[in-house]
């Protein structure tokens, strides 16, 4: 999953939201520089990753762009499906997307001090440009995509992506909303295991 999916699964707990934020930018033993509390968001959005890469239904739609997009088809279904999360954000919350993105920077601002040098630098981006909101439009999606593209290893051609989202936009939606119930399941059963 993206960041608005591992920032909503949070459940509003601002450690957890740190930790969900940075982990990726977290390595190794870097994890131990960290308080309990952070420790848990990360150690919870690597159980959210290993969870989602490895469900079936997630399978299915990472097979859909592996032909074209080979190792980078993951990371496009993470974007696919945080695009249907902000598409959809009215049948998972009560709180308008809006109103959720812009309290999750302050939040997250209030915290920044503790980032890892490149989460600072990603989320100065992410603010600036609205990234979480802007995620429910295709032209949000195509800034994503070109910002992704462009960081990318390898050539990715993930700026061309957006074309296969909305071809394909009904089956990624229908293949998201089977599999969110359960991701949201996995997250509450993991934060009352490590209470």
């Known amino acids: 999953m993206n960041h608005l999916a591992h920032l909503f699964l949070s ?25 309990p509390e952070i420790q848990k968001g990360i150690m919870m959005h690597r159980g959210i990753d290993q969870f989602t890469d490895e469900h079936p239904i997630v399978q299915k739609s990472k097979e859909r762009l ?23 954000w009215a049948n998972y919350s009560p709180i308008p997307l809006e109103t959720f993105t812009q309290s999750v920077y ?29 995620y429910s439009t295709i032209e949000g999606m195509q800034k994503a995509l070109n910002g992704l593209s462009r960081r990318a290893t ?35 059963t993991w934060t009352k295991a490590y209470e």
């Open 11 to 35: 459940q509003s707990d601002l450690n957890l939201m740190v930790g969900n934020y940075i982990a990726d930018h977290v390595k190794g033993k870097k994890i131990n520089t960290f308080s």
């Open 154 to 188: 390898f050539v990715s051609r993930m700026e061309e992506a957006t074309s296969d989202l909305q071809h394909d936009f009904i089956l990624y939606e229908k293949e998201f909303e089977e599999f969110f119930p359960q991701l949201i399941e996995y997250a509450n």
């Open 106 to 134: 302050r939040a997250l601002l209030a915290k920044e001090p503790l980032f890892p040098k490149s989460a600072k630098l990603m989320f100065e981006h992410m603010t600036r440009f609205d990234w979480l909101f802007h």
């Open 66 to 88: 592996y032909p074209k997009y080979r190792k980078y088809a993951a990371v496009l279904v993470d974007m696919f499906y945080d695009h249907v999360l902000a598409k959809n």
